[in-house]
């Protein structure tokens, strides 16, 4: 069965600094790993996707993420938040189901 | 380009109610799926649809039914409303390959007093 595992329900930044943003997976096949990005009274939309062409994948915003098999970590980074990246982001894996399993969220909270 | 659509936006109904919430896509997509997002909880599958007249659980199926009769269509119906599914409900839909993305709705809030 997959699962993935968000460290923090909460990380708060300073504007300027740096976003890191936690994630660690289980699944028995090669999962497939993606980071959403959920805005205030808005639906889920896709920030980035791991499809196992390269381990660091750049998204959008500024975003990316690097895989590394060897810790099951697909944490998500930014060099510089910005006020309006305040947000709910969700990791989620796929693998032979086809539905994607999500996290249960971390809130980002972007401080002047 | 709609993506996917889903109404209403908002509802509350009172204990014992039934109603439908309905989700609608044009991207030809095969899969969809209806999420329940609460806090601290993260979105949990309710049910799911890997095609025209077929559907499956996911992990919180108990008070919901669904059905597909059609590739565009897929409802969510709450039987007897219950303030437990008081939450705010997802749509969703991919092409059901395992390196797409989903596409979600905006969402319904649903409150049940």
């Known amino acids: 069965a997959q699962s993935v595992t968000q460290l923090g329900s909460h990380v708060s930044v300073s504007e300027g600094a740096l976003v890191l943003l936690r994630c660690n997976y289980s699944s028995s096949v090669p999962p497939y790993l993606f980071w959403y990005v959920q805005y205030p009274n808005q639906g889920l939309q896709l920030l980035l996707k791991?499809?196992?062409?390269?381990?660091l994948v750049k998204g959008i915003n500024g975003f990316e993420a690097e895989f590394k098999k060897s810790e099951t970590s697909f944490h998500l980074t930014k060099p510089s938040a910005h006020m309006s990246d305040a947000a709910e982001y969700f990791c989620?894996?796929?693998?032979?189901?086809?539905?994607?399993?999500f996290g249960r969220g971390t809130s980002l909270i972007v401080h002047p | 380009n709609a993506g996917v659509t889903q109404t209403p936006k908002f509802q509350v109904l009172k204990t014992g109610q039934s109603m439908t919430l309905q989700c609608a896509q044009d991207m030809n997509h095969e899969y969809m799926s209806w999420y329940r997002q609460d806090p601290g909880m993260g979105l949990r599958l309710i049910h799911y649809?890997?095609?025209?007249?077929?559907?499956d659980q996911g992990e919180v199926p108990n008070g919901y039914n669904v059905s597909r009769s059609t590739t565009e269509d897929f409802p969510l119906r709450l039987l007897s409303a219950a303030p437990s599914q008081t939450s705010v409900y997802f749509c969703a839909s991919s092409q059901g390959t395992l390196n797409t993305e989903a596409f979600f709705g905006q969402g319904t809030r649903l409150t049940v007093v």
């Open positions: 989620a894996v796929s693998d032979r189901s086809y539905i994607p399993t």
């Open positions: 649809s890997v095609g025209a007249g077929i559907t």
């Open positions: 791991y499809t196992s062409a390269a381990t």
